[in-house]
């Protein structure tokens, strides 16, 4: 066994490239690996912002020797009468890099077959590794790549560096003009020089010397421990601590080889700006962590993270403060003159905004999006009406402030504040802010109802309208984020557990886009089959019974609590020892009425006595289960129906359903389509019936 040290070094890579590109790289290696028949016990990738680095352990030392038993033509084909090979023998051999003579004579189930032996030995892992590398150099895929000087690859930033030891001899590999070696390269700034490194065992500790952490997870631990250090040696911590924003400590990590943390301070007038403006300010353009006190709270402080260690922290601590401060002094600019304007005076100049060219201005969507509230919230939040239209008008006015020009990531916080400012209602400013929640996959959703009815508006508008134009997302193309559009709606009705109809809204939707959209009920059905896909992902993704999640879905799909309701349901009652043999009934049921729809009932057309047996059982099941029904007590309602698993049975069992009489005939397919129809209410349980 052997070991693989690869290391490409660059100019200082984005910060959002490093993680996707050790993940390429080590994927790239598993598969280029499993290609190759190459054996080995880990692999393991690590990165700086200089550097990309894959450690194979337990390599093996050479492919395995292979054995190929390859059939030819048979024997009476593959040679004449006189005993000579035929075209067909000599071509088999050919094509397999074979002479005639290599060919055996085997006995099949077949009868004799003329078959060719490959025995194939393993190549040396050394041999192979050179293309190996120059394959995942050609391997990677960034969102934006480079040339320089008169080199033809692209590459994130330009490489300035190969290391390629291979039990501990170096791999003789270079890439246009960059010859691989031996040696790494310290911190640009503490160690800006050359280290000589032999293998795996020492790699960690060589460029550790050399003022780098090159494992992510301990960069990351040292970061975090830095910000928390220089708030301690600054401040009172028992009243002062940091804000951990967990995306910025990551970005941070993938900005520094070595992080050293220094504690500064700004002007308490900058409080007076928005905290979210505030921390924004800090967090996108600087890279900065708020500093807070007990009650979460922001503080005139601030930590920074450098990449290099200096003599005069003081001196450090001065220059962030200088460029924060101007960063802080634009903000402020910015919110005042703002705030010179209301929303409302703003509105009408949403005519500026193309929301989408086809789907027009962000004023249409303002004014469309006011009466989508206005529907639901006469629905589901009748004490907010009035607060949540006025917060519909003017959610997107914000759009137009210098503040979110300069912050786009603002947007809904800045126009909270500002209605605030204009003497808005406190439920019409959290229903701006709320609007726009959730903003990613598992982050905080709406809390109030007028921010929830706004908030599903909003996105009901922008899906219906996309779909209308025929604007669907591809498997890897969405601009307008409708897979998160259609979850973010999923999550808010449940969240609030209010009972939607989905085709309703869809259609108010796109009706209000008038002659702009294809409005039609096959536009209905397809916004409405995209929700529903994602519906069925999310459950199983959260561990719903898949089967149940089958059988509901299979039936209908508009409101979403009420499909909840019955796969939860149906997921409880399968555990009854009469649901299986009920569900195989039922799918015999499906069978036999195959597209029947009458359900009416002859008495007098009732001969057998399993067939009357049955016939009265349903009616009393009926009749018990309708209420139910109505209530949405689907599980009580199951419950009630599994008296139908006996009578069913034992219909089958003695009853000739395609009776000669076509008149009795009919009437027991009607029974059966009855009671089809009854369970059709809950879900197809016939999709029900693995152990």
Same mark, same amino acid.
């Given at each position: 066994m052997s070991?693989?040290?690869?290391?490409?070094g660059?100019?200082?890579?984005?910060?959002?490239?490093q993680?996707?590109?050790l993940?390429q790289? !080590?994927?790239?290696?598993?598969?280029?690996?499993?290609?190759l028949?190459?054996?080995?016990?880990?692999?393991?990738?690590?990165?700086?912002?200089?550097?990309?680095?894959l450690?194979?352990?337990?390599?093996?030392?050479?492919?395995?020797?292979?054995?190929?038993?390859l059939?030819?033509?048979?024997k009476?084909?593959?040679?004449?009468?006189?005993?000579?090979?035929?075209?067909?023998?000599?071509?088999?051999?050919?094509?397999?890099?074979?002479?005639?003579?290599?060919?055996?004579?085997?006995?099949?189930?077949?009868?004799?077959?003329?078959?060719?032996?490959?025995?194939?030995?393993?190549?040396?892992?050394a041999?192979?590794?050179?293309?190996l590398?120059k394959?995942?150099?050609?391997?990677?895929?960034?969102?934006?790549?480079?040339?320089?000087?008169?080199?033809?690859?692209?590459f994130?930033?330009?490489?300035?560096?190969?290391?390629?030891?291979?039990?501990?001899?170096?791999?003789?590999?270079?890439?246009?003009?960059?010859?691989?070696?031996n040696?790494?390269?310290?911190?640009r700034?503490?160690?800006?020089?050359?280290?000589?490194?032999?293998?795996?065992?020492?790699?960690?500790?060589?460029l550790?010397?050399?003022?780098?952490?090159?494992?992510?997870?301990?960069?990351?631990k040292a970061?975090?421990? $830095?910000?928390?250090?220089?708030?301690s040696?600054?401040?009172?911590t028992?009243?002062a601590?940091?804000?951990?924003?967990?995306?910025?400590?990551?970005?941070?990590?993938?900005?520094?080889?070595k992080?050293?943390?220094?504690?500064g301070?700004?002007?308490?007038?900058?409080?007076?700006?928005?905290?979210?403006?505030?921390?924004t300010?800090?967090? $996108?353009?600087?890279?900065y962590?708020?500093?807070?006190?007990?009650?979460?709270?922001?503080?005139?402080?601030f930590?920074?993270v450098?990449?290099? !260690?200096?003599?005069?922290?003081?001196?450090? *601590?001065?220059?962030?403060?200088?460029?924060?401060?101007?960063?802080?002094?634009?903000?402020?600019f910015?919110?005042?003159?703002?705030?010179?304007?209301?929303?409302?005076? *703003?509105f009408?100049s949403?005519?500026?905004?193309?929301?989408?060219?086809?789907?027009?201005?962000?004023?249409?969507?303002?004014?469309?999006?006011?009466k989508?509230?206005?529907?639901?919230?006469?629905?589901?939040?009748?004490d907010n009406?009035?607060?949540?239209?006025?917060?519909?008008?003017?959610?997107?006015?914000?759009?137009?402030t210098?503040?979110?020009?300069?912050?786009?990531?603002?947007?809904?916080?800045?126009?909270?504040?500002?209605?605030?400012?204009?003497?808005?209602?406190?439920?019409?400013?959290? &229903?701006?802010?709320?609007?726009?929640?959730p903003k990613?996959?598992?982050?905080?959703?709406?809390?109030?109802?007028?921010?929830a009815?706004?908030?599903?508006?909003?996105?009901?508008?922008?899906?219906?309208?996309?779909?209308g134009?025929?604007?669907?997302?591809?498997g890897?193309?969405?601009?307008?984020?409708?897979?998160?559009?259609?979850?973010?709606?999923?999550?808010i009705?449940e969240?609030?557990?209010?009972?939607?109809?989905?085709?309703?809204?869809?259609?108010?939707?796109?009706?209000?886009?008038?002659?702009?959209?294809?409005?039609?009920?096959?536009?209905?059905?397809?916004?409405?089959?995209?929700?529903?896909?994602?519906?069925?992902?999310?459950?199983?993704s959260?561990?719903?019974?898949?089967?149940?999640?089958?059988?509901?879905?299979?039936?209908?799909?508009?409101d979403?609590?009420?499909?909840?309701?019955?796969?939860a349901a149906?997921?409880?009652?399968?555990?009854?020892?009469?649901?299986?043999?009920?569900?195989?009934s039922?799918?015999?049921?499906?069978?036999?009425?195959?597209?029947?729809?009458?359900?009416?009932?002859?008495?007098?057309?009732?001969?057998?006595?399993?067939?009357?047996?049955?016939?009265m059982?349903? !009616?009393?099941?009926?009749?018990?289960?309708?209420?139910?029904l109505?209530?949405?007590?689907?599980?009580?309602?199951?419950? &009630?129906?599994?008296?139908?698993?006996?009578?069913?049975?034992?219909?089958?069992?003695?009853v000739?359903?395609?009776?000669?009489?076509?008149?009795?005939?009919?009437?027991?397919l009607?029974?059966?389509?009855?009671?089809?129809?009854?369970?059709?209410?809950?879900?197809?349980?016939? !999709?029900?019936?693995?152990?």
């Amino acid at each position: 066994m052997s070991e693989l040290l690869f290391e490409i070094g660059t100019e200082e890579l984005p910060a959002g490239f490093q993680k996707p590109a050790l993940a390429q790289l !080590k994927e790239n290696f598993i598969r280029e690996a499993k290609a190759l028949k190459l054996e080995y016990s880990s692999v393991q990738c690590l990165g700086t912002p200089r550097r990309l680095a894959l450690l194979v352990d337990g390599l093996a030392d050479k492919q395995p020797d292979s054995r190929a038993e390859l059939m030819g033509p048979s024997k009476q084909a593959g040679f004449d009468a006189d005993g000579n090979p035929s075209k067909a023998a000599m071509g088999f051999a050919r094509s397999k890099g074979a002479d005639v003579g290599d060919l055996q004579v085997v006995e099949t189930e077949k009868g004799e077959y003329l078959m060719l032996v490959q025995e194939t030995k393993g190549v040396a892992t050394a041999e192979l590794l050179p293309e190996l590398l120059k394959t995942l150099m050609h391997g990677f895929s960034f969102a934006k790549s480079m040339r320089w000087g008169t080199r033809a690859f692209t590459f994130a930033r330009p490489i300035q560096w190969l290391l390629a030891v291979h039990n501990g001899v170096v791999i003789p590999f270079g890439h246009e003009g960059v010859v691989a070696g031996n040696t790494t390269r310290g911190h640009r700034f503490m160690a800006n020089d050359t280290f000589e490194v032999s293998g795996m065992a020492v790699y960690e500790q060589v460029l550790t010397d050399a003022f780098v952490q090159v494992n992510q997870e301990d960069r990351r631990k040292a970061v975090v421990l $830095e910000i928390e250090q220089a708030v301690s040696v600054s401040l009172d911590t028992s009243k002062a601590h940091i804000a951990v924003d967990e995306e910025l400590v990551d970005t941070v990590c993938n900005l520094v080889e070595k992080p050293y943390g220094v504690c500064g301070s700004f002007d308490e007038k900058f409080l007076n700006l928005p905290s979210e403006a505030l921390i924004t300010s800090m967090r $996108e353009h600087q890279k900065y962590f708020p500093v807070v006190d007990n009650d979460g709270k922001l503080l005139p402080h601030f930590v920074a993270v450098n990449n290099t !260690k200096v003599k005069d922290i003081n001196l450090t *601590r001065t220059g962030h403060e200088r460029v924060l401060r101007a960063r802080l002094e634009d903000a402020f600019f910015f919110f005042a003159a703002d705030k010179e304007n209301t929303l409302e005076s *703003r509105f009408e100049s949403l005519t500026g905004i193309i929301f989408q060219a086809k789907l027009g201005t962000m004023l249409d969507k303002a004014r469309r999006v006011e009466k989508l509230t206005t529907l639901l919230a006469e629905q589901f939040a009748p004490d907010n009406v009035d607060d949540a239209v006025r917060a519909a008008h003017l959610c997107k006015v914000d759009l137009l402030t210098e503040m979110v020009g300069e912050f786009p990531s603002l947007q809904g916080n800045m126009g909270a504040s500002y209605a605030l400012n204009d003497g808005e209602s406190q439920v019409v400013s959290v &229903a701006i802010q709320e609007h726009y929640l959730p903003k990613r996959a598992g982050s905080a959703l709406p809390e109030s109802k007028a921010g929830a009815v706004l908030a599903l508006a909003d996105r009901f508008d922008t899906l219906s309208g996309c779909f209308g134009i025929g604007q669907l997302p591809t498997g890897t193309k969405d601009p307008f984020g409708l897979r998160r559009i259609a979850l973010a709606i999923l999550h808010i009705i449940e969240d609030f557990e209010w009972s939607i109809s989905l085709s309703d809204i869809i259609y108010k939707a796109l009706s209000l886009y008038g002659d702009k959209v294809d409005g039609s009920r096959e536009t209905v059905e397809l916004v409405l089959s995209y929700i529903r896909d994602r519906f069925v992902n999310d459950q199983l993704s959260s561990g719903a019974d898949a089967e149940a999640v089958d059988a509901v879905m299979s039936v209908e799909f508009d409101d979403i609590i009420d499909c909840k309701k019955k796969i939860a349901a149906l997921t409880a009652i399968r555990s009854e020892d009469a649901f299986p043999v009920l569900a195989a009934s039922f799918k015999r049921i499906r069978n036999i009425i195959k597209d029947n729809s009458a359900t009416a009932l002859d008495s007098s057309l009732v001969k057998e006595e399993a067939e009357s047996t049955l016939a009265m059982s349903f !009616k009393l099941v009926e009749g018990s289960v309708e209420p139910l029904l109505a209530n949405s007590e689907y599980e009580e309602a199951l419950t &009630a129906m599994l008296a139908l698993e006996a009578p069913v049975d034992a219909f089958f069992d003695s009853v000739m359903v395609m009776d000669k009489d076509p008149a009795i005939r009919q009437n027991r397919l009607n029974l059966l389509t009855a009671i089809s129809a009854l369970f059709l209410k809950v879900g197809d349980i016939s !999709k029900m019936q693995s152990s």
